[in-house]
């Protein structure tokens, strides 16, 4: 089931006269991984700010066709191109969560960098709070490291752990699907682990989408792959398809390395 | 034959640091011999009316104070207005005229004030040498808080709209927190700057040689009255005002050094 449905998107950046994406139609699915791969400029990473609408944030970006998102308190489907409204932004956002590249702690406690989106959404009692930052803390592998420390600043943690603190952050406000812009890529290989181990255990509770450079990445944690070339998207299929079985030639010679 | 230029400039630029250093190092021991000759403990226990500068070093710092209050908001909800709201053209005029404005000699800020202020009001007062103050630290304060911002990653700021904040909170709790103390010190810093100013004050607030707290008339200022106490005749008034502008160098330095000390522990 999609939690997610991209049909006929397109998408223009401003002062752009050809659009970056080009009539992209693909799900997200319910407690799955979706990778997105493809080489840099392929609109990979376009598409991930797409769905949950960060680009607003600059003006002039232009969107064609639908992206629907699975509203749980009407049990419909919502095209999320249609807000307009500061509420509605802020409602999205609490249900499509979103992890970058580097990892961006607030300077703040580390307790009040976990709160942070649960005192946006109103939780005001304190013992809820607590409770809540715990689970988060928890869920996102970090409990142990931290349990002790939650008042000292988030910005003493090392890069794998304030990453992991990320993760806790847009966990806590229980999104409907996280999205993650190459999570992994400023982080050693042995935080790389945690946090690739950390996203196959948080996809019970989650779906998740991903954007990586890394294949072996997509290959080892993602459910459905897709790759993208030149603001199109190529293939879309299970990830095992993608990497043993592609359809296009594109995607077989991307996926041996033979570009990009 | 390089390496012998290379020996040549690197000769001269030495010379010439050393005179720039040689001269400075000259001011400031000039400045602590004669100022701490004249010194005494006294000097804060007295008004300028008795011999002494207490009502100075007050006056001074209720003007630079009163100005920082003024402008200190003023310049901070500026630069975050042209960094995070301002867009396009109307920011970029602000941006530049505030720049313009701060290398607008000292001397026409304090005239600017004396006509719309000293003129309309009647009189100098302290009310018209704060506002010139404040007219003097603002572009200090727009230009600072607008740098500042502009080093906060803009992922930060995508970070906290990503959680749901809308763009004001995620100014407020998240972005300023992170440039805070870039700004702090560039705010002590204009504060350094415009406690030390002569010209803005010269003919707004001028002077008192009593105790004051009413902004309505001429208010006692330290920078003012070295200049008047340096005019005068007479050796002992000359010898107060070494030992005024020896305090006064003092003061200026002590807060320049804390906003370095706030930047170099703050930063790692």
Redesign the interface.
């Known amino acids: 089931m999609p939690v997610m449905n991209i049909k006929d998107f397109s998408f223009t950046y401003p002062g752009v006269d050809s659009p970056s994406l080009k009539n992209i139609n693909m799900k997200i699915r319910k407690n799955k991984i979706t990778a997105l791969i493809g080489p840099s400029g392929c609109g990979k990473s376009t598409l991930l700010r797409s769905m949950?609408r960060?680009h607003d944030?600059y003006?002039g970006n232009k969107y064609d066709g639908i992206i629907e998102l699975f509203n749980t308190d009407t049990n419909e489907m919502q095209n999320i191109l249609d807000i307009k409204k500061?509420n509605e932004f802020?409602?999205l956002?609490?249900k499509v969560?979103?992890i970058?590249?580097?990892p961006?702690p607030?300077?703040?406690s580390i307790f009040d960098n976990v709160a942070?989106?649960l005192k946006?959404?109103g939780i005001k009692d304190k013992s809820e709070l607590e409770g809540r930052v715990e689970q988060a803390l928890k869920d996102s592998v970090l409990w142990k490291e931290v349990q002790d420390r939650l008042s000292k600043s988030a910005m003493g943690l090392s890069g794998g752990q304030q990453q992991r603190l990320?993760i806790a952050?847009?966990v806590a406000?229980k999104p409907e699907v996280i999205l993650f812009d190459e999570p992994t890529s400023a982080l050693d290989p042995i935080s790389t682990g945690a946090i690739e181990e950390l996203l196959v255990e948080l996809k019970k509770d989650v779906s998740i989408a991903i954007v990586t450079h890394n294949m072996q990445q997509a290959s080892r944690i993602s459910d459905h792959t897709a790759f993208m070339y030149l603001g199109d998207l190529i293939e879309f299929d299970k990830t095992e398809n993608i990497f043993l079985n592609p359809k296009e030639k594109q995607t077989e010679d991307y996926i041996t390395g033979r570009f990009g | 034959m390089r390496l012998i230029i290379n020996k040549i400039v690197l000769g001269l630029s030495t010379l010439s640091a050393l005179i720039g250093l040689a001269f400075l190092g000259w001011i400031l021991i000039t400045l602590f011999m004669k100022g701490l000759g004249s010194f005494h403990l006294s000097l804060f226990l007295n008004d300028l009316i008795d011999g002494g500068l207490r009502n100075l070093i007050v006056g001074q710092f209720i003007l630079a104070g009163i100005a920082a209050t003024i402008g200190i908001p003023l310049g901070m909800a500026a630069g975050i207005y042209i960094q995070e709201y301002g867009r396009g053209k109307y920011a970029e005029v602000i941006r530049n005229l505030s720049d313009i404005m701060m290398s607008a000699p000292s001397i026409v800020i304090g005239a600017f004030v004396y006509a719309i202020i000293v003129v309309p009001t009647g009189g100098t007062s302290g009310f018209a040498g704060a506002i010139a103050l404040a007219i003097m630290m603002l572009p200090i304060v727009i230009s600072t808080t607008d740098n500042m911002l502009s080093l906060v990653p803009k992922e930060l700021r995508e970070a906290g709209i990503a959680l749901g904040a809308s763009k004001y909170k995620v100014i407020v709790d998240i972005v300023i927190k992170a440039a805070k103390v870039g700004i702090m010190t560039g705010i002590l810093l204009a504060f350094a700057r415009i406690i030390g100013e002569t010209a803005p004050l010269l003919f707004t607030s001028e002077t008192s040689n009593y105790f004051s707290l009413d902004l309505t008339e001429s208010f006692p200022s330290l920078t003012v009255s070295i200049y008047d106490l340096a005019n005068e005749p007479e050796e002992s008034s000359r010898d107060l005002a070494w030992a005024a502008s020896f305090i006064l160098t003092v003061l200026v330095l002590t807060i320049n050094l804390a906003g370095r000390f706030i930047t170099r522990n703050k930063k790692r």
């Open positions: 949950n960060i944030l003006p500061e802020i409602e956002r609490q969560g979103m970058f590249q580097k961006t607030f300077p703040m942070y989106g946006i959404a990320c952050r847009a406000v």
